[in-house]
């Protein structure tokens, strides 16, 4: 895509050419199994739609980022002939060979499905990953309407690669997945309620991941008042500033070899989820730059 087209709309062009950046925004416009909300298939692009009116000046690390990393959008991914395990292949496929190239992955998703293609592929680069999920649920059904593909079962998969899990803001289960987290120990989870009284959950979660981390973002992790337009949305989330005391720690303590935002369903009447969204993208961003991490 063109800088303007791009996330950003960076001003520079060259800034903006794949051979230029180190940082590349895939747009993954998969949506299968939606449950509740669809149209997610719409929020990668809204993303970076919304990323237009991002400030490229951060206030809170006194730098332009993007002059530093260089960032490339590429053209959404056509789903037209491929769903289920076939389309995670075909996300898995991009993902790896955009590793391969030395690039530093941002993906913007539409359904949390298409996060055990990403995994997929950083898992194979990163044999010690350990994954950090933000979400207002589980995700970790065996199946869902008779598909074990199912948004609702990413985090199931992802557990069946025997990679360490990290859940932080879960506040909807099912009996099926609490009884999962508490016999497997390799799933640490911590409830939205838990983190209600101080931060002292931030360090204590990024201490049970690896020294390499692949950070998944489902905006309903986030509260409504962050981040309304979603597939499902469920209050008591995140504030914006507990998101962002975590992944400015997260970024000082672990590698972060990657991360995506999944599940925005855009809304016509307002921006608030997709601006928010793409300013945290562009944040977090940041918080890896300045550890020296991209």
Not at 139 to 156: C, G
Request: with cysteine; glycine share 6%.
């Amino acid at each position: 895509m063109s800088a303007e087209d791009g996330f950003l709309a960076l001003p520079e062009a060259h800034m903006a050419e794949f051979s230029n950046a180190k940082v590349v925004i895939q747009q993954i416009p998969y949506e299968h199994t939606s449950s509740y909300i669809s149209g997610s298939d719409k929020g990668p692009e809204a993303i970076v739609a919304a990323s237009h009116f991002v400030e490229f000046y951060d206030e809170e690390l006194d730098v332009e980022t993007y002059r530093n990393v260089g960032i490339a959008t590429l053209a959404p991914m056509d789903f037209s002939n491929a769903v289920d395990a076939a389309a995670v292949q075909k996300i898995n496929d991009q993902t790896a060979a955009l590793l391969k190239e030395g690039k530093f992955v941002v993906s913007l998703g539409a359904e949390h499905t298409v996060s055990l293609g990403f995994v997929q592929a950083h898992l194979e680069q990163y044999p010690n990953l350990s994954v950090l999920q933000i979400d207002a649920h589980s995700d970790l059904r065996s199946e869902y309407n008779e598909n074990p593909y199912s948004h609702a079962s990413v985090m199931a998969r992802v557990h069946d690669l025997g990679v360490p899990l990290v859940q932080v803001g879960i506040r909807a289960q099912c009996k099926e997945e609490a009884d999962l987290r508490k016999a497997s120990s390799n799933i640490h989870t911590w409830y939205a309620h838990q983190l209600w009284n101080d931060d002292a959950w931030i360090d204590a979660c990024i201490d049970q991941l690896s020294d390499e981390v692949y950070l998944t973002i489902d905006a309903d992790g986030f509260d409504p008042s962050v981040c309304p337009a979603v597939g499902t949305a469920e209050p008591g989330g995140l504030s914006w500033m507990q998101g962002c005391k975590l992944f400015r720690r997260l970024a000082e303590r672990k590698k972060v070899v990657g991360f995506d935002i999944v599940e925005i369903a855009p809304r016509e009447t307002d921006i608030i989820t997709e601006f928010s969204m793409a300013k945290m993208c562009y944040k977090i961003i940041g918080y890896l730059s300045t550890n020296n991490r991209i």
